[in-house]
T-cell receptor, first 111, second 114 residues
Framework: AQRVTQPEKLLSVFKGAPVELKCNYSYSGSPELFWYVQYSRQRLQLLLR??SRESIKGFTADLNKGETSFHLKKPFAQEEDSAMYYCALSGNSNSGYALNFGKGTSLLVTP | KAGVTQTPRYLIKTRGQQVTLSCSPISGHRSVSWYQQTPGQGLQFLFE???????NKGNFPGRFSGRQFSNSRSEMNVSTLELGDSALYLC?????????????FGEGSRLTVL
């Protein structure tokens, strides 16, 4: 069974501090993992995906298959990073496209 | 390009009624999926359509159904509404046939069941 766990409901950090949002998953095959973000009064949108191996808005995430994790990191948090962050997993792509979301972590960056 | 459009944005129904929600994907996107978002369960996958065919279905009762039209617009229907169906229903479209494509979400239809 697929499962995505985000252990922190709320994460509060000071501006300029490093931030790490945790995501662990369980999936027996080769997963595709994503981070989606929802800023206040905006739509849910893709932040980054593991296959792209890119940095978006200073955020990076590395897939660690050994630890089944896909933590989101940023070395220096900014106030505009305050948002709800969702980790998501896509399993078997041969039978359509379904994302399994974690319950989300609310990030609050304070000045 | 216009984004994913969902109608209605808000609606109130009573138990036992049925509801139909509509979603217009981004032009050119052929995959449309639906998600239910509640405070307790978070975002849960309902179903996904591609070229008018349901390709994948989440773990929801048969009261939840959907369809996709030839112009890729999609509707979902919930019959015999229950209080627990109160939620934000999100529609998302995707340009790619397979996975790993970016999902573009609408603003959602907020359903309240009294």
């Amino acid at each position: 069974a697929q499962r995505v766990t985000q252990p922190e409901k709320l994460l509060s950090v000071f501006k300029g501090a490093p931030v790490e949002l945790k995501c662990n998953y369980s999936y027996s095959g080769s997963p595709e993992l994503f981070w989606y973000v929802q800023y206040s009064r905006q739509r849910l949108q893709l932040l980054l995906r593991h296959i792209s191996r890119e940095s978006i808005k200073g955020f990076t995430a590395d897939l660690n298959k050994g630890e089944t994790s896909f933590h989101l990191k940023k070395p220096f948090a900014q106030e505009e990073d305050s948002a709800m962050y969702y980790c998501a997993l896509s399993g078997n792509s041969n039978s359509g496209y379904a994302l399994n979301f974690g319950k989300g972590t609310s990030l609050l960056v304070t000045p | 390009k216009a984004g994913v459009t969902q109608t209605p944005r808000y609606l109130i129904k009573t138990r036992g009624q049925q509801v139909t929600l509509s979603c217009s994907p981004i032009s050119g996107h052929r995959s449309v999926s639906w998600y239910q978002q509640t405070p307790g369960q978070g975002l849960q996958f309902l179903f996904e359509y591609f070229s008018e065919t349901q390709r994948n279905k989440g773990n929801f009762p048969g009261r939840f159904s959907g369809r996709q039209f030839s112009n890729s617009r999609s509707e979902m229907n919930v019959s015999t509404l229950e209080l627990g169906d109160s939620a934000l229903y999100l529609c998302a479209s995707n340009s790619r046939q397979g996975a790993n494509g970016e999902l573009f979400f609408g603003e959602g239809s907020r359903l309240t069941v009294l």
